[in-house]
């Protein structure tokens, strides 16, 4: 599976979008775009995936650039809720998933 | 209600006991998952099951043993507990084939003393 690159920490102030970045220049061309999150001592949360298109849901937006090196979580309005570690991920759709974690970027939304 | 349910919620146990961690799924997948996220946060898949028949074994140390009793349970058996076994482990469910989503029980924290 492709390697991801994020930030290790961001800040965004409550009410605002909080866009957060992910490389993932090794890519290869039928793996996924996976954003989990985990707010703090939860279980892991699916937010979004994609593979090309950019894509939306109740949660969040997920925008890909079109060479698919890198992609950008968009949470439109954040929410004091939102705080939590995002990790974003890359994986060949096939039988059962094996999630690879890396470290994530830790989100601070501020009051 | 819950879709994934783990027990216990909390483990304290001393070295060298066996232990289990039971994990149940009312979403009627085919998958199961335990991942292990230690003091450094970092989450690693163990094992899945599939049908009850074990489709991933990462490299785990044999003390682990998971059971699948049925396809609704994944069952986690820990033999002479070491200190380094002292985590959270997260039980998780999908259903393949080109299963997008997998969902994560509450996660149970082990410390060994």
């Known amino acids: 599976d492709a390697k991801t690159t994020q930030p290790p920490s961001m800040d965004c102030a409550e009410g605002r979008a909080a866009n957060l970045p992910c490389n993932h220049s090794?890519?290869?061309?039928?793996?996924?775009v996976y954003w989990y999150r985990q707010i703090h001592s939860q279980g892991p949360q699916y937010i979004i995936h994609?593979?090309?298109n950019n894509e939306t849901n109740e949660m969040a937006s997920l925008i890909i650039t079109e060479d698919r090196k890198s992609s950008t979580l968009i949470l439109p309005h954040a929410t004091l809720r939102d705080t939590a570690v995002y990790y974003c991920i890359v994986l060949i759709i096939q039988g059962a998933q094996k999630l690879v974690f890396g470290q994530g970027t830790r989100l601070t939304i501020n009051p | 209600d819950t879709a994934v349910s783990q027990t216990p919620k909390y483990l304290v146990t001393q070295m060298g006991n066996d232990k289990s961690i039971k994990c149940e799924q009312n979403l009627g997948h085919d998958t199961m998952y335990w991942y292990k996220q230690d003091s450094k946060k970092f989450l690693k898949i163990m094992f899945s099951?599939?049908?009850?028949?074990?489709?991933i074994n990462e490299t785990v140390p044999n003390r682990f043993s998971p059971k699948s009793p049925d396809k609704a349970h994944l069952n986690l058996h820990i033999n002479s507990l070491e200190l380094g076994d002292s985590a959270v482990y997260f039980c998780?469910?999908?259903?393949?084939?080109?299963?997008?989503?997998?969902?994560f029980g509450p996660g149970t924290r082990l410390l060994v003393l």
């Open positions: 994609g593979l090309k």
């Open positions: 099951y599939n049908n009850k028949e074990l489709i």
């Open positions: 090794t890519i290869s061309g039928n793996e996924y």
């Open positions: 998780a469910s999908s259903q393949p084939p080109g299963a997008v989503t997998q969902y």
